[in-house]
Every structure is written in structure tokens, then in C-alpha cells.
């Protein structure tokens, strides 16, 4: 079956740094994969599409240049939250669809940050 | 897409059939409805979808009202490891972004 792998898993990092998420699509290529951030008994909120070979679509209230992503291969999309505050402290879920038109996504485990 | 609302928790037996239902009164002709859960802090799970037609899998059931407005999930024989927060969306084939509400608590009790 799909599988959609996060790294790292959890990440402590100070404020002001930048931190980078990893998310793979490992058996299959995802030319669209999505990236959302759910708060501590929140629902997911969907930040933003990322899409392969081009610009990321950004949801309203994201700020862009704070949640930057990069889609450069079919497997791999990547999130960097930079210049980290503790109000980005968050679980950040990334997911993937293996079938074209399909609605059935694929999600990753979640990588949860800590900012001091 | 169409607003879906869930009641915010309900408690089940274990071994008993879960129903959670999902009212989506205003959804058009091309939305399916589909189900997933997250298990505390993991990522949601894919459980089923439908369009009209009640759908089975080996996870659980979709009933689907005959004028589409409604919809129950459920989980036949429910265990410990169904506790999770359900939710229910409504989204044009296709569409592939997927915008989750508050879902459905949904307790297991031994």
C-alpha cells in the first residue's frame, strides 16, 4: 500500500532557527502532496499544496515566506519553518495522493515541533 | 464543498457496532463522502468513501441516505484501538484537497 514517510518525527529547536520536515512518498510518486498543522485538540488546518516542478499554493492567513516548501522530486516535498517562534510549535502532518484525481490521501505519521 | 457536521464525542462498548453519523444537508450531486480517523497524535487514516451506493470495506461500513443528506459510518464490531477522532468530509472527485472540520471523539470503553 501508499506509503508516506516524515522526518524527523519530533524536533526541539530554539527560537529564531529554522527547521526543516521531510516528507516522502516512498512507493509511489505524488506530484501533489498537501501539507497541514494541527494545534494541540484542534482539527488539521491545511497549509498549503505543494506541487512538484512548481511554486506551492498557499492557503489564506499562511504566511509563505515563513512556511517555505519545496516540491524538487515526484517523492519528496520538504517544509522549512524559519525563524521559529514558539507559536509555531505545532504537529505538522504532510499527505499524498497515489492515484490521479483520487481523494484518498495518504498521510504521514506527523512530525511534532517545539520551539523554545 | 459541502459543510458536514458531527456531534463532538460519543462513547461506545467494546465488541458493540460504533455509529457515527454525519449530516451533510447541502451536498451536491458530485460530492462523495469520505470517512478518516486519527488515532492520537498519528496522522489521519483513510477509512471509506461513497457517492450514493452503502459501501463496505474491511475496515467498516457507509450508509448513505437516499437523498444524500446524511450519512453513519460504522464500525461493526468496535475495540479498543478504534478510539479516535472520526471525521467526516464532503469533496468533488478529484478535487483532492481535503478540508477537515472538528470530527467526531470517538471513546472505545472496555
Known amino acids: 500500500g501508499a506509503v508516506v514517510s516524515q522526518h524527523p518525527s519530533r524536533v526541539i529547536c530554539k527560537s529564531g532557527t529554522s527547521v526543516k520536515i521531510e516528507c516522502r512518498s516512498l512507493d509511489f510518486q505524488a506530484t501533489t502532496m498537501f501539507w497541514y498543522r494541527q494545534f494541540p485538540k484542534q482539527s488539521l488546518m491545511l497549509m498549503a499544496t505543494s506541487n512538484e516542478g512548481s511554486k506551492a499554493t498557499y492557503e489564506q492567513g499562511v504566511e509563505k515566506d515563513k512556511f517555505l516548501i519545496n516540491h524538487a522530486s515526484l517523492t519528496l516535498s520538504t517544509l522549512t519553518v524559519t525563524s521559529a517562534h514558539p507559536e509555531d510549535s505545532s504537529f505538522y502532518i504532510c499527505s499524498a495522493t497515489h492515484r490521479a484525481g483520487a481523494n484518498v490521501l495518504t498521510f504521514g505519521a506527523g512530525s511534532r515541533l517545539t520551539v523554545l | 464543498d459541502a459543510k458536514t457536521t458531527q456531534p463532538p464525542s460519543m462513547d461506545c462498548a467494546e465488541g458493540r457496532a460504533a455509529n457515527l453519523p454525519c449530516n451533510h444537508s447541502?451536498?451536491?450531486?458530485?460530492?462523495?463522502v469520505y470517512w478518516y480517523r486519527q488515532i492520537h497524535s498519528q496522522g489521519p487514516q483513510y477509512i471509506i468513501h461513497?457517492?450514493?451506493n452503502n459501501e463496505t470495506n474491511e475496515m467498516a461500513s457507509l450508509i448513505i441516505t437516499e437523498d444524500r443528506k446524511s450519512s453513519t459510518l460504522i464500525l461493526p464490531h468496535a475495540t479498543l484501538r478504534d478510539t479516535a477522532v472520526y471525521y467526516c468530509?464532503?469533496?468533488?472527485?478529484?478535487?483532492?484537497?481535503?478540508?477537515f472540520g472538528q470530527g467526531t471523539r470517538l471513546t472505545i470503553n472496555p
Open positions: 447541502t451536498i451536491s450531486g458530485n460530492e462523495y
Open positions: 468530509i464532503a469533496v468533488i472527485q478529484g478535487a483532492q484537497k481535503l478540508v
Open positions: 461513497g457517492l450514493k
